[in-house]
């Protein structure tokens, strides 16, 4: 059973427009939370990562939240680019070590078009 | 220069022949992933290991295996390749504290 569901499963946006991409898990222990992007054909690149019970990080135009009472996490992204079209990949980790298991979702991806 | 390198990046084979994926990384990371990645599903492991010949099953092991005989260099072995072994594999790193990950630019496998 998927432990890690993201939604919305694709998103067209406007360049300029902002936009926010859902991730809602099931796995416990859910040590951390990781959003990484993955331009086609390439690999993931880390965005951001999220530990405390609800967190907030920013990273430029990419802002994230999580809260671990409600298992969900937010992907903000402001003012998007063209180059910003990726698919965006949550990954929760069920602990802080290399021990651990990562549980990753399917992805949503995003379409910026001019 | 913290990269992590995956060749071929892209390979065709025939159902029953053996296929060689190599990773390498100049990072001195610990532990190394393999992980397959399908439509529609999330990246799936298939192999990690935990330094030179310390190799431990992720969730799909069957149909493949794993050399790790230098600290920066993991392989993923398919002994007689299957048509539904046709996927993107990816090789990842991280230092021993876990969960900062590094992946290569994946290597698309089509077996035909």
């Given at each position: 059973k998927t432990q890690v569901e993201q939604s919305p499963q694709s998103l067209v946006v406007r360049q300029g427009e902002n936009c926010v991409l859902q991730c809602n898990y099931s796995v416990t222990p859910d040590n951390h939370l990781r959003w990484f992007k993955q331009d086609t054909g390439k690999g993931l690149v880390s965005l951001t990562v999220l530990v405390d019970q609800k967190d907030k990080t920013s990273n430029g135009r990419y802002s994230a939240t999580l809260d671990k009472d409600a298992k969900h996490s937010t992907l903000h992204i402001t003012a998007?680019?063209?180059?910003?079209?990726a698919t965006y990949i949550c990954v929760v980790g069920?602990?802080?070590?290399?021990l651990g298991r990562l549980h990753f979702g399917a992805g949503t991806q995003l379409i910026v078009i001019p | 220069d913290m990269k992590v390198t995956q060749m071929p990046r892209y390979l065709i084979k025939r159902m029953g022949e053996n296929v060689l994926l190599e990773c390498g990384q100049d990072?001195?990371?610990?532990t190394m992933y393999w992980y397959r990645q399908d439509p529609g599903l999330g990246l799936q492991l298939i192999y990690i290991s935990y330094?030179?010949?310390s190799n431990s099953e992720g969730d799909i092991p069957k149909g493949y295996r794993v050399s790790r005989k230098k600290r920066e260099h993991f392989s993923l072995i398919l002994?007689?390749?299957?048509?539904?072994?046709?996927s993107v594999y990816f090789c990842a790193s991280s230092p021993g504290s876990g969960n900062t990950l590094y992946f290569g630019e994946g290597s698309r496998l089509i077996v035909v």
């Open positions: 998007t680019l063209l180059d910003d079209t069920d602990r802080g070590s290399a | 990072m001195s990371h610990e330094d030179v010949d002994d007689s390749a299957k048509t539904n072994q046709t």
